[in-house]
T-cell receptor, first 114, second 115 residues
Framework: GENVEQHPSTLSVQEGDSAVIKCTYS??????FPWYKQELGKRPQLIID?????GEKKDQRIAVTLNKTAKHFSLHITETQPEDSAVYFC?????????????FGKGTKLSVKP | NAGVTQTPKFQVLKTGQSMTLQCAQD?????MYWYRQDPGMGLRLIYY???????DKGEVPNGYNVSRLNKREFSLRLESAAPSQTSVYFC??????????????FGPGTRLTVL
């Protein structure tokens, strides 16, 4: 089955700097890659996703890139702000396969210092 | 719309006790899921229901049972709770299983402690 590895597990940046979180996946059939943000004590919420037919997607200060050949995808946050502090989870899924469930990475705790 | 709701928010059980976690969604979604979240382990799928009338095991189903009561409701039951089941439990739903339109919406979570 699918396995998703996420790095780093913790990341601390200064306000205004960029942050990059990387994930690798094992199943080459995976075709959907969402990123979730979870603030302390809250529920996970989708912030951006990418499908296997595109290599990059951007939404204001966040972007995701996908390298299908290397089977890895990354979340990029520019001009970080204190409210970006949270745990970020990547996930992978194979839609159209035997099951389309999301397999999550273990999360990255991002701290943005003012 | 309330989205995905869960009850209770907190629960403390003694080893061997049973309980049912309730989940409901008002988004007319077909698919529903139960996850557990442990420190450093991310979100792990316990069971899911791709559509009303079906349920399937996820990554960590042992010790749990589920019921898809109707399209809106999906419950998780612990028959004989163990300390290893101490965790935060999230219910989620999505529009269509096995499709690209599968943004999963999460409930607020239930924090369960088993003593």
């Amino acid at each position: 089955g699918e396995n998703v590895e996420q790095h780093p597990s913790t990341l601390s940046v200064q306000e205004g700097d960029s942050a990059v979180i990387k994930c690798t996946y094992s199943d080459s059939a995976s075709n959907y890659f969402p990123w979730y943000k979870q603030e302390l004590g809250k529920r996970p919420q989708l912030i951006i996703d990418i499908r296997s037919n595109v290599g990059e997607k951007k939404d204001q200060r966040i972007a995701v890139t996908l390298n299908k050949t290397a089977k890895h995808f990354s979340l990029h946050i520019t001009e970080t702000q204190p409210e970006d502090s949270a745990v970020y989870f990547c996930a992978a899924s194979n839609y159209g396969g035997s099951q389309g469930n999301l397999i999550f990475g273990k999360g990255t705790k991002l701290s943005v210092k003012p | 719309n309330a989205g995905v709701t869960q009850t209770p928010k907190f629960q403390v059980l003694k080893t061997g006790q049973s309980m049912t976690l309730q989940c409901a969604q008002d988004m007319n979604h077909n698919s529903m899921y139960w996850y557990r979240q442990d420190p450093g382990m991310g979100l792990r799928l316990i069971y899911y229901s791709a559509s009303e009338g079906t349920t399937d095991k996820g990554e960590v189903p042992n010790g749990y049972n589920v019921s898809r009561l109707n399209k809106r409701e999906f419950s998780l039951r612990l028959e004989s709770a163990a300390p290893s089941q101490t965790s935060v439990y999230f219910c989620a739903s999505s529009g269509r299983a096995f499709s690209y339109y599968n943004e999963q919406f999460f409930g607020p979570g239930t924090r369960l402690t088993v003593l």
